[in-house]
């Protein structure tokens, strides 16, 4: 029976022949000298390209949504301060007065026996005139106006443009 004991012994299980491989060349390569600084140099790359993708791309597109925002909302605030206008416009237009108001205006509308006049404003007429004989004598002139207008008051002031 002490026989038998000897051969209760289970014999050593060989590992498969892919586990054998796999190890084998791990140790292979991990005998050169820049395995190590390479693995950790592929690590490094790894961990930046998680941080960007967890990190930096949802924060810089959070910004870029957030002043895209600022800008529609700027743009609305706009649009719904022309939009009240308008609403002003046509609120008033719904009135006999608005209507009335808005022909004498636009269309020249005018109501029966009334007069229209229509005043054009005076151009500014240039003063710069060249420096020789004939137009002196029109630059002393309204040199003296200006500053007479200026400086005393005249009995048909109100009447003057």
């Known amino acids: 029976m002490a026989t038998r004991s000897a051969r209760t012994t289970k014999p050593t299980r060989r590992a498969p022949v892919a586990r054998r491989l796999a190890t084998a060349a791990t140790d292979k390569i991990s005998q050169y000298p820049g395995f190590r600084s390479a693995s950790r140099l592929g690590l490094g790359i790894v961990g930046i390209a ?6 930096v791309i949802p924060t810089r597109d959070y910004f870029r949504q957030t002043s895209a925002l600022a800008q529609k909302t700027a743009e609305f605030e706009t649009l719904a301060d022309a939009n009240e206008q308008l609403q002003t416009e046509v ?7 608005g209507i ?3 022909a004498r205006s636009q269309l020249g509308y005018v109501l029966p026996g009334e007069q229209r006049i229509t005043l054009a404003p005076m151009p500014q007429l240039p003063t710069d005139l060249p420096a020789q004989w004939p137009f002196t ?5 309204v040199s003296v ?6 400086s005393a008051p005249q009995a048909l002031a109100p009447l003057a443009p």
């Open 100 to 102: 009335r108001r808005t």
């Open 50 to 55: 998680f941080v960007l993708a967890l990190v």
């Open 91 to 97: 609120n008033t237009l719904k009135t006999t007065e």
């Open 145 to 150: 106006r200006t500053t007479a207008q200026g």
């Open 137 to 141: 004598l029109v630059s002393d002139i």
